[in-house]
């Protein structure tokens, strides 16, 4: 019995593998026949009856039971990302040769001639007039012969290649006054202005005297005629980012060097449209010399610079009439002149219920109110402005100019500051904006902000990865987001050499250029069916989220690509994302216009249906016979 006992479980487990073998087979013989019969050809109600039906499944009613199925089912593996015909055909039709060499610095929306048509009063031609459909060029704007790649920062700052930007004008008019000069092929920039001809890093620390410039509360600023912008050039040192602006053609080709020598500035003027900035968007505000009429015209282009004045913010002055006492010899004028032109300043300041901190030489400081509530007390007996009531102080694309005073958010305190006081720099990059944290935005939280941060420091790692120009540190300098968005692009790019113009499509649906500005960053305004105030090759990099498709029914592609590749510099590079079906047809019009394209996977991956599209410029310039 016990030797029964220990060989019964070993034959009652062979059987249970006898059976689990048989199983086995059965159902592999079934699902065999089975397919087969899926597969069998029988016959049966054919297709078109189900075309006449309106339907390719068969009718509830029908009496029929075959049906007629393919011998073989061939699985399809093509990519479905292909344009039809006619879009093929247009983008073949697209001809973008290269302009007259005589075009190397156009500016389509301050065109010089375009701009004689327009009232000569309060410098209205000098404003932005677009050319209309039929004037829009459809050309490449060709770098000037001999253009070479700029130098890198901080050396582009002293000095750029004179074939980049062939003027010498200023090296004459302003020879005395250390602008700039000519040395062999390059130009120099001693740093020097006409209210600081010992150079403007001097110039500033006379300012850092009177006000705090390194504790960073002054983190963003405007420099209103900016001559070749080396204020804004040595303010970049001292952390401090200025945006600077000048009409086209004042000085020749002044917006040009700065832009050339890696410093932010626009082409622009203070006429009768708004400035392209939020409110409450600068900590400073500078005029030196700018020739700017300030007392005139019943105080708007002052009151317009307080719109952008953040609370508490600072407004320095130099030149006429700041110590006319002692300078009016040297400016050629009579005391009277200056005189009034200086109790004029001061009634506008004071009527905007400014403070006038000090005046020390040739230096005259104001400063904005915290809130209005002692504005608001006052204001009938020292006859201050009125205040603004119906427009949004943030609306700022071709926005007639007020007389009235915008008035800044409620507090409940005369300490308090109206908007949210800011965090000092470099926190304030980190910090959430007061338009986020007061719910002025619909739809963005302090949380909603984090995300964003953390998903651009993702994004821009991967755009690093493969783009090698942007991950070399100092190959690039000026850098271009054009849909800003909360700013995050520019911000994971903070520790780099670099300067990023932030833009907020006028069609975006959340107006966020103030965060933008909140966050210690710079940025402006755009409609994309327009060209940008600035000139050509102002650009080393061109990012774009989503630009596409938010124009794709706006205006056409190709006039878009056509303005990124005259403000692109040669061999500088382009990044968008967009839906793969934008992309394919934007790709297709670029490859047309000689740029070196690719479209590369989501940085998640390949089952993404936003792509990104890498190019380059390709580096060319007009031919000498091509001069005139």
């Given amino acids: 019995m016990a030797k029964w006992a220990i060989h019964f479980p070993k034959k009652t487990n062979n059987l249970t593998k006898l059976y689990f073998l048989v199983f086995t087979a059965i159902l592999c013989t079934l699902s065999y026949f089975l397919g087969l019969w899926h597969n069998s050809p029988t016959v049966a109600i054919s297709r078109s009856y189900y075309a006449a039906a309106g339907s390719d499944c068969p009718h509830p009613n029908s009496t029929s039971t075959s049906i007629q199925f393919p011998t073989t089912t061939n699985l399809d593996f093509s990519a479905h990302h292909y344009l039809p015909d006619q879009s093929l055909t247009t983008a073949r039709d697209f001809n973008a040769p290269p302009c007259n060499a005589s075009l190397s610095e156009y500016t389509p929306c301050e065109d010089v001639q375009r701009s004689l048509r327009f009232p000569r009063e309060n410098l209205i031609y000098r404003e932005r007039h677009c050319p209309n459909s039929e004037e829009v060029l459809r050309c490449r704007i060709p770098a000037p012969y001999g253009y070479r790649v700029p130098f890198r920062w901080p050396e582009s700052r002293e000095s750029v290649w004179y074939a980049n930007v062939p003027h010498k004008e200023l090296t004459i008019e302003k020879k005395n006054q250390n602008w700039v000069r000519l040395e062999g092929e390059r130009l120099s920039f001693p740093g020097g202005g006409t209210m600081f001809p010992r150079g403007a890093s001097a110039y500033i620390d006379e300012i850092g005297e009177l006000i705090n410039l390194k504790d960073g509360s002054i983190r963003t600023a405007l420099d209103t005629g900016c001559g070749v912008a080396s204020w804004g050039a040595y303010l970049l040192s001292r952390d401090i980012l200025a945006v600077s ?156 100019m007020e007389t009235c005073l915008t008035p800044l958010p409620e507090v409940n305190d005369v300490r308090d500051v109206s908007g949210g006081k800011l965090s000092n720099w470099p926190e304030r990059l980190t910090s959430i904006p007061p338009r986020i944290s007061s719910g002025s935005l619909k739809g963005i939280t302090a949380e909603t902000l984090k995300e964003n941060t953390q998903l651009w420091k993702t994004r821009v790692a991967y755009y690093k990865a493969m783009d090698y120009q942007l991950a070399e540190k100092g190959r690039y300098r000026n850098l271009l987001d054009m849909n800003a968005h909360l700013g995050s692009f520019a911000a994971a790019l ?62 056409k592609i190709e006039d878009i690509l056509l303005e990124m590749d005259r403000i692109l510099r040669p061999q500088g590079s382009v990044i968008l994302r967009d839906d793969v079906d934008v992309l394919l047809k934007v790709k297709k019009f670029a490859d047309e216009m000689q740029w070196d394209t690719r479209i590369a996977d989501h940085e998640k991956g390949p089952h993404q249906r936003e792509k990104i599209l890498l190019a380059v410029k390709q580096f060319w310039t007009a031919k000498p016979s091509d001069q005139s």
């Avoid at 004042?250 to 622009?268: D, K, M, N, S, Y």
């Avoid at 032109?341 to 905007?352: F, P, T």
């Avoid at 009531?389 to 609306?395: A, L, N, S, V």
Wanted: glycine letters at 6%; aromatic letters at 12%; proline letters at 6%.
């Fill in 245 to 400: 602006f000048a009409p086209r053609d004042t000085h020749e080709a002044q917006v040009q060097f700065a832009l050339e020598r890696g410093v932010p500035a626009l082409i622009g003027v203070i006429a009768s449209i708004r400035l392209p900035y939020p409110s409450r968007a600068f900590d400073m505000a500078h005029c030196s010399r700018c020739l700017i009429p300030w007392g005139q015209n019943d105080g708007v282009y002052l009151t317009e610079v307080d719109r952008v004045l953040r609370p508490g913010g600072y407004w320095v002055l130099s030149g006429p009439p700041v110590n006319w006492q002692n300078r009016w010899r040297g400016w050629g004028r009579t005391t009277e002149s200056l005189r009034n032109e200086q109790d004029g300043i001061e009634r506008v300041a004071k009527s905007l219920c400014w403070k006038k901190l000090v005046q020390k030489d040739d230096l005259a400081i104001w400063q904005k109110p915290a809130n209005h509530i002692h504005c608001k007390i006052t204001r009938k007996v020292f006859k201050n402005r009125p205040f603004c009531e119906k427009q949004d102080p943030d609306t700022a694309w071709y926005t007639k």
């Fill in 494 to 555: 903070v520790d780099d050499p670099v300067w990023v113009m932030n833009m907020v499509p006028v069609e975006a649906e959340i107006n966020t250029l103030g965060v933008i500005y909140e966050r210690g960053l710079i940025g402006t305004y755009q409609n994309w069916c327009e060209a940008m105030s600035t000139y050509p090759r102002t650009y080393d990099f061109i990012h774009g989220d989503s630009v596409f498709s938010l124009y794709q029914n706006r205006c």
